[in-house]
């Protein structure tokens, strides 16, 4: 891959504000993209700007709710009447609140995720599609695991990432021979302060990805246009043993504490 393929083109990226999102902005600023960057955060995403901009990228601080369909609008046409045009669009907002499914107290968690999850990638890529087409752009969805297997203690979030794969893969499809590339990666578990926050002194017992490694590898793989990649080894391994042997990998999965939370 070149030094710097995302030179000058125009990125918009959500959920920037923290953990990949931030990474995914430092490392374009390097390239001296010019950004975008949605969160709800407004002070914390505004640093996140600064320090891009002092990396000799031009970055744009749009606070954003991505569950608001009105305000996914304004984020897209504020970023192209700053700049002019559209580039890419990194899907990276997401959050997930771990509990089996039979020990909700009610169904509130399970629709923010959807809302923000799925919907929020549904919402960008609508304004978006427009503009990518024009440019014959890229769509980035930062996916997981838990948008390909049944990881037990995520109905929520994984059936809200699952939705998210079957959006993209669909419209990968309509957007055949239009230049618009759809990629998306699917990640395991990753050192943020969200993993920190969920799982409390588990975290540090758990298998994770750096977030700057997480942002080069996706980065790369829209550089390329690539379709799909499922990070770290023991991920694919799980990934093909379940096209073969989906029982096993339930019965796996059903034995394995993959999922530990905070009361």
Not at 23 to 45: K, N, V
Not at 50 to 72: K, M, N, S, W, Y
Not at 133 to 153: D, T
Request: proline share 3%; with cysteine.
């Amino acid at each position: 891959m070149a030094d710097a393929p995302f030179r000058e083109h125009v990125v918009l990226i959500t959920g920037a504000s923290r953990g990949i999102g931030e990474q995914l902005a430092y490392q374009l600023a390097e390239q001296g993209a010019w950004l975008a960057l949605a969160a709800r955060s407004s002070e914390a995403l505004e640093a996140v700007a600064a320090a891009c901009r002092t990396r000799g990228a031009r970055a744009l601080a749009v606070p954003t709710d991505l569950r608001d369909e009105a305000q996914c609008r304004h984020l897209v046409e504020h970023t192209v009447s700053e700049y002019g045009r559209l580039d890419m669009l990194i899907n990276n907002a997401g959050m997930g609140f771990p509990r089996r499914f039979e020990a909700l107290s009610d169904l509130s968690t399970i629709r923010a995720e959807i809302e923000l999850n799925y919907l929020g990638t549904v919402y960008c890529t609508y304004y978006a599609l427009p503009y990518l087409k024009r440019s014959r752009g890229r769509i980035v969805g930062v996916n997981s695991f838990g948008g390909l297997l049944g990881l037990p203690g995520t109905a929520g979030y994984n059936a809200s990432k699952h939705a998210m794969r079957g959006f993209l893969n669909t419209l990968r499809t309509e957007l055949h021979g239009s230049g618009v590339s759809v990629s998306i990666t699917y990640l395991s578990a990753v050192r943020t302060a969200r993993l920190q926050e969920v799982m409390g002194e588990q975290a540090r017992k758990v298998p994770a990805l750096d977030p700057a490694r997480c942002a080069s590898l996706i980065l790369r793989q829209a550089a390329r246009r690539r379709r799909e990649q499922v990070l770290t080894l023991s991920g694919k391994t799980l990934v093909w043993l379940n096209g073969w042997a989906p029982a096993l990998v339930e019965r796996l999965l059903a034995s394995t504490a993959l999922i530990s939370y905070r009361e």
